[in-house]
């Protein structure tokens, strides 16, 4: 390993987030949080940072930008390594490998006691006899459920499938483990279901500092007809997913991927010029999401710049850059 190169776990790790093997914002940003703490122990290992507490804190922040680079929308993903990072204190490379390894561990925890503590709030908003719908696959949003399945509640589910990627499918299986009966339906057909639903319940990967959710395409499109029948939506969101930036004007980076992940393999030719655009997510306005749950418990959208400003003052730092 020279001073900068990531070790093959942040190697790995990156790969997997690029490629979807490891999705969702919450699993993102504990997979980076761990990937850290495997660099820091392999950078304590290394000819070259060994011995040198700013080589080891240079390789440190290589390896923070080889992860922030792999995905652009969840806000989770650089919330993780900014929680590290800021962490990593000490005059010795043994100092400061146990800095990172720590700050990596209480950030995993303080992410599964997050996902509960929300879990709590949103299933409070869930009547015995509800039947929610949902859109992708939010583990933030499963916790919801599962608490009100937990608190002695009978819920049901329909779950949209969500194209392209279908991790509705994900959604599906976990919720049958859970014994909640559940209703699969192409994406086209939410509206047609809402009438039968009392709660919509999607995840996110940011929330900007007006209110404005950004998940999975079609969480706004869901958003508006459900307001338009009446149904309530609520996003389980945990605080890692505040986006700091939007504090000071910045937008949120939509990512757009491949088309092969809508056409059929070995269509292209025969398809010819047609364009294919595949944004992965959308911006929900605040006007049409109902409430932000959170472990703080939850607010309404148009107030959760309050809770950012708290947690994270007036911007965001970058400890990844080059000094
Ligand atoms: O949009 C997605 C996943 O998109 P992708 O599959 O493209 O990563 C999820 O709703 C959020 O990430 C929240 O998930 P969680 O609540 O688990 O953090």
């Known amino acids: 390993m020279t001073d900068t190169e990531p070790s093959p776990a942040v190697r790995e790790t990156a790969e997997?987030?690029?490629?979807?093997?490891?999705?969702?914002?919450?699993?993102?940003?504990?997979?980076?949080?761990?990937?850290?703490?495997?660099?820091?122990?392999?950078?304590?290992?290394a000819d070259a940072t060994a011995s040198d507490p700013e080589a080891f804190r240079a390789s440190m922040r290589a390896a923070a930008r080889t992860l922030r680079e792999t995905r652009p929308t969840a806000v989770s993903l650089p919330n993780a390594l900014r929680y590290v990072l800021q962490?990593?204190?000490?005059d010795s490379v043994d100092r400061l490998r146990r800095?990172?390894?720590?700050?990596?561990?209480?950030?995993?925890d303080q992410l599964d006691r997050a996902q509960e503590d929300l879990g709590q709030v949103g299933a409070n908003r869930l009547a015995d006899g509800d039947t929610v719908m949902t859109h992708c696959h939010s583990t933030d949003a499963l916790a919801c459920i599962e608490a009100a399945v937990e608190q002695g509640k009978s819920i049901s589910a329909v779950v949209k499938e969500t194209r392209p990627r279908q991790q509705g499918h994900i959604t599906a299986e976990a919720l049958r483990d859970m014994g909640v009966p559940v209703t699969l339906i192409v994406d086209s057909a939410a509206r047609r279901y809402l009438d039968e639903v009392d709660h919509v319940?999607?995840?996110?990967?940011?929330?900007?500092?007006?209110?404005?959710?950004?998940?999975?395409?079609?969480?706004?499109g869901l958003a508006v007809n459900a307001r338009e029948r009446g149904v309530p939506i609520?996003?389980?969101?945990?605080?890692?997913?505040?986006?700091?930036?939007?504090?000071?004007g910045h937008t949120v980076e939509i990512e757009m991927r491949s088309e092969e992940e809508v056409i059929e393999p070995g269509t292209r030719e025969a398809i010819g010029e047609i364009t294919v655009e595949n944004p992965a997510f959308d911006v929900t306005p605040p006007r049409y999401m109902d409430a932000i749950v959170t472990e703080h418990g939850q607010f309404p959208p148009e107030s959760i710049v309050t809770l950012m400003r708290e947690l994270f003052g007036e911007g965001a730092a970058e400890p990844w850059a080059e000094p």
């Open 99 to 108: 800095s990172v390894v720590d700050a990596s561990e209480a950030f995993v």
């Open 16 to 45: 997997s987030i690029a490629t979807m093997e490891i999705r969702g914002a919450a699993t993102i940003a504990s997979a980076a949080a761990e990937a850290l703490a495997d660099q820091a122990a392999a950078a304590a290992e």
């Open 201 to 220: 319940v999607v995840g996110a990967d940011s929330i900007a500092a007006d209110g404005g959710v950004i998940n999975k395409i079609g969480t706004s």
């Open 87 to 90: 962490r990593m204190e000490g």
């Open 234 to 248: 609520m996003t389980a969101a945990q605080t890692i997913k505040l986006h700091p930036e939007t504090l000071t």
